[in-house]
């Protein structure tokens, strides 16, 4: 008999899961994480757009999208755990806040991302996302450049 696989579930982020969200978010991003007050806030000000995909006992990704303004909105971080990615789970995961954000009135959406994750760069561009000419240099700061990508909806 093959192995029983487990089932996935996107839903918003609640409380409980703040602790696991934090792990994850250092297991992805490791000095570049948020630190836990970050997450907390983003809990409290964007809760509903706060999406984790878990498998019942773990959460494996997350996405952070803010709240609409003037029908635009951005994504503040995606992430899926090592081991996991190239799985589809940070398309699962984009599918679904885009389709949240697109019902909420949200006729556009920007991200940044490093230009060097070309990974993210073709995940982002497969669903739409056209990105400026040139990575903005010192973005977050000297030597953190990011490519800033929009999606017309």
Do not use: C
Not at 95 to 118: C, F
């Amino acid at each position: 008999m093959p192995p029983i696989r487990p089932i996935l579930r996107i839903r918003t982020v609640t409380e409980e899961d703040l602790p696991e969200l934090h792990r994850l978010d250092n297991e992805v991003f490791e000095r570049n994480a948020y630190p836990y007050f970050v997450l907390r806030q983003f809990f409290d000000a964007y809760g509903g757009h706060l999406l984790v995909i878990d498998d019942g006992a773990n959460l494996l990704g997350y996405v952070f999208a803010t709240a609409p303004d003037d029908k635009v909105s951005w994504i503040l971080s995606l992430a899926v755990r090592p081991g996991l990615q190239g799985q589809g789970l940070g398309r699962r995961l984009m599918g679904e806040i885009l389709d949240h954000v697109r019902s909420a009135g949200v006729r556009e959406v920007w991200l940044t991302v490093e230009p060097g994750n070309d990974t993210a760069v073709l995940l982002y561009r497969s669903m739409g996302f056209l990105a400026e000419d040139a990575p903005r240099e010192d973005y977050f700061g000297p030597g953190q450049h990011r490519l800033v990508m929009r999606l017309t909806l």
